[in-house]
T-cell receptor, first 113, second 114 residues
Framework: KAGVTQTPRYLIKTRGQQVTLSCSPISGHRSVSWYQQTPGQGLQFLFEYFSETQRNKGNFPGRFSGRQFSNSRSEMNVSTLELGDSALYLC????????????FGQGTRLTVV | QQQVKQSPQSLIVQKGGIPIINCAYENTAFDYFPWYQQFPGKGPALLIAIRPDVSEKKEGRFTISFNKSAKQFSLHIMDSQPGDSATYFCAASGASGSARQLTFGSGTQLTVLP
């Protein structure tokens, strides 16, 4: 059974640009959550999607957004990139909303220059 | 109230030693406590998890001890090996609302010397 797949693995963007990251959850999993990992702030929750609806949102500015498609695949978008957005963005897949076991992908390393 | 505090920040043990990593939480809505292992360049991998109705859980060389009254839990790695060298994160989540997402500790960098 394939794991969580995130694309691309690495990305370099310039300040002010926008970026879209993609996540394909484990087959059969319907809940997708996104986390940002930085050396200074650690792992922080961005948002959770289930049945194409955002169910929960962390404390991030509106520049961070996401969506989920009918096949449970998810994308997150960051607009007007800032240097501080440089981070490892991780997607976690769970079988269902309220099911607590979460499995992470390898992440997308975003560097903003 | 959402914080999970993890210690120590780093830990060095000899092969065969038993590293212990501790975490404490405040939010009584948390009812699921997983540990994740992360190697450089990889995403966190679920290692073992516990719920508050048990005080200890073992899976292979990994053991979680849970103290509900003290709101603390810890990870013990028996017979540690150099391949266990990684960063370990504790986390907590609850059943509903803002507690449902995983709240992570700050991580412990473990080095097991050969």
């Amino acid at each position: 059974k394939a794991g969580v797949t995130q694309t691309p693995r690495y990305l370099i963007k310039t300040r002010g640009q926008q970026v879209t990251l993609s996540c394909s959850p484990i087959s059969g999993h319907r809940s997708v959550s996104w986390y940002q990992q930085t050396p200074g702030q650690g792992l922080q929750f961005l948002f959770e999607y289930f049945s194409e609806t955002q169910r929960n949102k962390g404390n991030f500015p509106g520049r961070f957004s996401g969506r989920q498609f009918s096949n449970s695949r998810s994308e997150m978008n960051v607009s007007t990139l800032e240097l501080g957005d440089s981070a490892l963005y991780l997607c976690a897949s769970s079988l269902d909303m309220g099911v607590t076991e979460a499995f992470f992908g390898q992440g997308t390393r975003l560097t903003v220059v | 109230q959402q914080q999970v505090k993890q210690s120590p920040q780093s830990l060095i043990v000899q092969k065969g030693g038993i590293p212990i990593i501790n975490c404490a939480y405040e939010n009584t809505a948390f009812d699921y406590f997983p540990w994740y292992q992360q190697f450089p360049g990889k995403g966190p991998a679920l290692l073992i998890a516990i719920r508050p109705d048990v005080s200890e859980k073992k899976e292979g060389r990994f053991t979680i001890s849970f103290n509900k009254s003290a709101k603390q839990f810890s990870l013990h790695i028996m017979d540690s090996q150099p391949g266990d060298s990684a960063t370990y994160f504790c986390a907590a989540s609850g059943a509903s609302g803002s507690a449902r997402q995983l709240t992570f500790g700050s991580g412990t960098q473990l080095t097991v010397l050969p």
